[in-house]
T-cell receptor
């Protein structure tokens, strides 16, 4: 069964600190992995997208890593800001269908305190 | 500006009412999707469309129906709303996949928060 598991479920950090979110997946055949940021009451917004040949990708203070062999990914946030408070969702796409089906994790709820 | 829109953003209605959630995109995307998301849970695909006059059911069974008469418009209808339909509904769109390794990035609307009393 294709699954995406994220940890931790929730995380509280102080403003200015760094943090790392984890994602493990079993989706096969693998196409790409993306991290989305979802603010409360809003739709998800893409942060990074990586194919199996990409090990790391950055978007400002966000850096995602991918190990396609162990089927693990991480999202590192540097120098956190209050506006980083949101749910971060790991999403994996398969290449086994023309739809390019997406498999969603439940997200890590990040809260940044001043 | 190319974007994806959903209306209404919030809706509170009584049981048995018929409702339509609107979704429009100005990006010219052929593929469109409806997802359902409960608090703290993952998004579940309930409907999708490859293009005009194409609609398919997703992974999660839903009593809602959709239509795709125009490329830019993908409304979702509930004929008789029930409290079990209370959820957040997210619409998304993407270009046609350009091969098995294409990004197929989906762009999401802001969502409609539906509450059925």
């Amino acid at each position: 069964k294709n699954q995406v598991e994220q940890s931790p479920q929730s995380l509280i950090i102080l403003e200015g600190k760094n943090c790392t979110l984890q994602c493990n997946y079993t989706v096969s055949p693998f196409s790409n992995l993306r991290w989305y940021k979802q603010d409360t009451g809003r739709g998800p917004v893409s942060l990074t997208i990586m194919t199996f040949s990409e090990n790391t990708k950055s978007n400002g203070r966000y850096t995602a890593t991918l190990d396609a062999d162990t089927k693990q990914s991480s999202l590192h946030i540097t120098a956190s800001q209050l506006s980083d408070s949101a749910s971060y969702i790991c999403v994996v796409s398969d290449r086994g269908s023309t739809l390019g089906r997406l498999y969603f994790g439940r997200g890590t709820q990040l809260t940044v305190w001043p | 500006e190319a974007d994806i829109y959903q209306t209404p953003r919030y809706l509170v209605i009584g049981t048995g009412k018929k409702i339509t959630l609107e979704c429009s995109q100005t990006m010219g995307h052929d593929k469109m999707y409806w997802y359902q998301q409960d608090p703290g849970m993952e998004l579940h695909l309930i409907h999708y469309s490859y293009g005009v006059n194409s609609t398919e059911k997703g992974d999660l069974s839903s009593e809602s129906t959709v239509s795709r008469i125009r490329t830019e418009h993908f409304p979702l209808t509930l004929e008789s709303a029930r409290p079990s339909h209370t959820s957040q509904y997210l619409c998304a769109s993407s270009e046609q996949q350009q091969g098995p390794f294409s990004y197929n990035e989906q762009f999401f609307g802001p969502g409609t928060r539906l509450t059925v009393l």
